[in-house]
């Protein structure tokens, strides 16, 4: 056979491919009872294509084993496999949460508050997008409050009313060192404050309007407390009523102060006297899920292996911490320009996770992935060239890691999705083509929470089932 001839032969190969890439449906076909799939073009040309086909080939796997099973299960697993709000989960274990939300289930029961700790970055700032899954968590598993807060809040939030006295000096792990302690004790935090002589700490949740219900009340407040002297002591008032103080010493590096109400109140302050360092209060119910709001601004998320590691564990212990958010990326992205960089960044990520399952070998640990954002290329608004390298790594590593990866970045709709969530109205992106408004912070809660809740409500089927 001539060589055109062969030319000839392939190119009508390709072509009829090519034609069956863009006509065959994209969730599938059923032929004698199984689904079939076809990759899309953008699959086929993908420098990823080998994944792609993995993937492809995974969902096929996972739906053939379903069909004897009733359709209810199948609309799960199809979620699982190809939905952009999915959760990620290592192995594609499906079971990845369930000791967690059995946990959840008997909360309440058990008067046993289980703390969500949700670590990010700017975008986070003044409880945005924690207080909505907070609300949705609750309405599910019970509890109330607002979680643990800083003994010193420096931005102001949407949903808590916080005040300090001026002579409690803060510091903070993540930013500029004249920000930072001369020493790594921060605690679960991030931050510290410094309080000598004597001092208050205010909180209240009835002030400001907003639709976060469950978190305007709470019965039981802790504050955690180091290097306290001899003549240190705290003590609480609630209205013109002082309660009980219980205290607990963890051990040498940490002191529990807990107070707790008869009734559900929403204000307090806190007199202390003597030396210590404060390290957060938690604001919480008697049983259910606390959902923590804990922002650093400008941070890429790469602090944890500074904080001190026996106050760390401490503390996430008392709070009973069974799932970590950490929701970072967007502080690197405009710096990456290189794979190198890229990588580097990704594997310490990775150290960050290995580090906090070390100290909590008990919580899950859900990696949040950069949000899109633009910038001019070419006098051209578009995404950061680094996001198509950089979200796949992010995944990978928390994967790697057994940790489950959320893909914000897909969420939104992928390459260039920022230009349009800035577009629209009423508008769920800021000018700066970076930060999400408050209803576009609100979406991604939204999605975030529902998704989550899609795999309690597939553990709730499998055992009904059983």
Partial sequence: MKVKHILWFMCCVLSLLGVICLAFPRDGMTVMGKQLFFPSLAEVFSSDSTEHGDSVLKKVDALEETMHIDPEEEKFIRFFCDHPSRIQLPDDNFSYFDALFADLEKAADKRKTIHVLHYGDSQIESDRITAVIRQKLQDRFGGSGPGLLPAVQAIASATVSQSASENIERFIVSGTLKNKAQHNRYGATGQVGVSSGDNYLSVRTDRLKNNYTHLKNFRQIRLFVGKAGKNFRAQ????????????????????????????????????????????GIAVDSLGGVAMDNLPFRGSSGTFFRELNSDLLSAMYQALNVRLILLEFGGNSVPYLHTEKQINTYAANIGEQIAYLQKLQPNAKIVLIGPADMSKRVQGKLQSYPCLEQLIPALQQTALAHGAAFWNMYEVMGGHNSMLEWVKTSPKLAAADYVHFTNKGADKIGNLFAESFLLYYDYYQFRKNKK
């Fill in 236 to 279: 609480l008032t609630a209205g013109k009523t002082k309660l009980d103080t219980d205290t607990e010493t963890v051990n040498s590096t940490l002191k529990i102060y807990t107070w707790t109400a008869s009734e559900p109140i929403s204000k307090f302050s806190i007199h202390t006297s003597g030396a210590g360092e404060l390290y």
